[in-house]
């Protein structure tokens, strides 16, 4: 067996991305993932965005130097062990993030290529593609886009399992690290969403159920926060695939079984996380009883095992 990996006491992880008011994707579905996979989890803002299940109703870019600014601010005193970048919004954006990780050496970045929201609002300027793919990819240890993104990546349909294969291959080659090719628009594969990772050597297929659902909001943001999380806890990059596969999995179960909002419903981290073994704080314990210790009227406030409800 190979040795473990070197556990840092407490991970941190950096999300560099734009934020979804509804909370089911950008930087507030990051944050979530990292603190519910057991990572301290900071935030660099590039947009604020207006957005819910139904569309984006609004954007407001941040400036550059102010993105740089806040990268600044959490590397600089916290530090970071692993760290992604989402929405990046513009070419400017993209360029001063890229020279700033590529100053900084940062290690265990992974690139999530966003360019369009689920209903095709784009969240990436044309002009910035370029950029994104010079200045940004070479400093990738993943790369995650889904099948539209890998198409403008690669420049080539991808409709089957062998053009898939070959749009890996070019993009790995444009960046040298792991790509992904997630599987959730792969009309090819029915029942099945199977994401195909590459690093150059080796292929690997993260098996997983399609779950029928439209509600599959903040699935890429979730996804490759989780591999972050797992990189930020000393797993290498197949085991922390290994985990977000499972993650998302149980994310997007547990969103469809509880659906929140008017249009495609959020994932639930917190059912993905309890899922995967974690439990769940015991609020109800919290609630104070007629007659029990802490209850309105018997003195003090009610701590965990103390009455309640059930
Ligand atoms: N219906 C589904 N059932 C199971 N897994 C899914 C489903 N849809 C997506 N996934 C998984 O979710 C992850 C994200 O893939 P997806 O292709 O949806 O990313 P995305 O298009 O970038 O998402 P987003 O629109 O949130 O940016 C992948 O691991 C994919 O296999
Ligand atoms: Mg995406």
């Given at each position: 067996?190979?040795?473990?990996?070197?556990?840092?006491?407490?991970?941190?992880?950096?999300?560099?991305?734009?934020?979804?008011?509804?909370?089911?994707?950008g930087?507030?579905?990051?944050?979530?993932?990292?603190?519910?996979?057991?990572?301290?989890?900071?935030?660099?803002?590039?947009?604020?965005?207006?957005?819910?299940?139904?569309?984006?109703?609004?954007?407001?870019?941040?400036?550059?130097?102010?993105?740089?600014?806040?990268?600044?601010?959490?590397?600089d005193?916290?530090?970071?062990?692993?760290?992604?970048?989402?929405?990046?919004?513009?070419?400017?954006?993209?360029?001063?993030?890229?020279?700033d990780?590529?100053?900084?050496?940062?290690?265990?970045?992974?690139?999530?290529?966003?360019?369009l929201?689920?209903?095709?609002?784009?969240?990436?300027?044309?002009?910035?593609?370029?950029?994104?793919?010079?200045?940004?990819?070479?400093?990738?240890?993943?790369?995650?886009?889904?099948?539209?993104?890998?198409?403008?990546?690669?420049?080539m349909?991808?409709?089957?399992?062998?053009?898939?294969?070959?749009?890996?291959?070019?993009?790995q080659?444009?960046?040298?690290g792991?790509?992904?090719?997630k599987?959730?628009?792969a009309?090819w594969?029915?029942?099945?969403?199977?994401?195909?990772?590459?690093d150059?050597?080796?292929?690997?297929?993260?098996?997983?159920?399609?779950?029928?659902?439209?509600h599959?909001?903040?699935?890429?943001?979730?996804?490759?926060?989780?591999?972050?999380?797992?990189?930020?806890?000393?797993?290498?990059?197949?085991?922390?695939l290994?985990?977000?596969?499972?993650?998302?999995?149980?994310?997007?179960?547990?969103?469809?079984?509880?659906?929140?909002?008017?249009?495609?419903?959020?994932t639930?981290?917190?059912?993905?996380?309890?899922?995967?073994?974690?439990?769940?704080?015991?609020?109800?314990?919290?609630?104070?009883?007629?007659?029990a210790?802490?209850?309105?009227?018997?003195g003090?406030?009610?701590?965990?095992?103390?009455?309640?409800?059930?």
């Amino acid at each position: 067996m190979s040795p473990s990996p070197p556990r840092p006491a407490r991970p941190r992880a950096l999300t560099i991305a734009g934020s979804d008011a509804s909370g089911g994707a950008g930087i507030q579905a990051d944050l979530k993932t990292f603190a519910l996979l057991g990572v301290y989890g900071m935030s660099a803002l590039t947009a604020v965005v207006a957005e819910n299940t139904v569309g984006v109703q609004g954007v407001v870019e941040l400036e550059p130097s102010f993105v740089l600014q806040q990268i600044a601010s959490a590397w600089d005193d916290v530090g970071v062990d692993a760290l992604k970048t989402g929405m990046l919004a513009n070419a400017a954006i993209v360029e001063a993030v890229a020279a700033d990780l590529a100053r900084r050496k940062a290690r265990h970045l992974v690139v999530d290529p966003v360019m369009l929201a689920k209903g095709g609002e784009p969240l990436l300027a044309a002009d910035a593609r370029r950029a994104l793919v010079d200045r940004l990819l070479p400093l990738a240890e993943v790369v995650t886009p889904n099948l539209p993104e890998a198409e403008a990546l690669s420049g080539m349909r991808i409709a089957d399992e062998a053009a898939r294969r070959e749009a890996a291959r070019r993009i790995q080659a444009l960046s040298g690290g792991w790509v992904v090719l997630k599987g959730g628009h792969a009309p090819w594969q029915p029942g099945r969403s199977v994401d195909l990772a590459y690093d150059g050597r080796e292929w690997l297929e993260l098996e997983g159920e399609r779950v029928e659902t439209p509600h599959t909001h903040g699935t890429g943001c979730t996804f490759s926060a989780a591999v972050a999380a797992g990189l930020a806890h000393g797993l290498d990059v197949p085991a922390a695939l290994r985990l977000a596969r499972a993650f998302i999995s149980a994310a997007i179960r547990g969103g469809a079984e509880r659906p929140l909002g008017h249009g495609h419903g959020p994932t639930d981290a917190v059912a993905a996380a309890v899922a995967l073994g974690g439990r769940p704080v015991p609020v109800a314990e919290f609630a104070a009883t007629p007659g029990a210790p802490g209850a309105p009227g018997a003195g003090g406030r009610a701590r965990p095992g103390e009455g309640g409800a059930p």
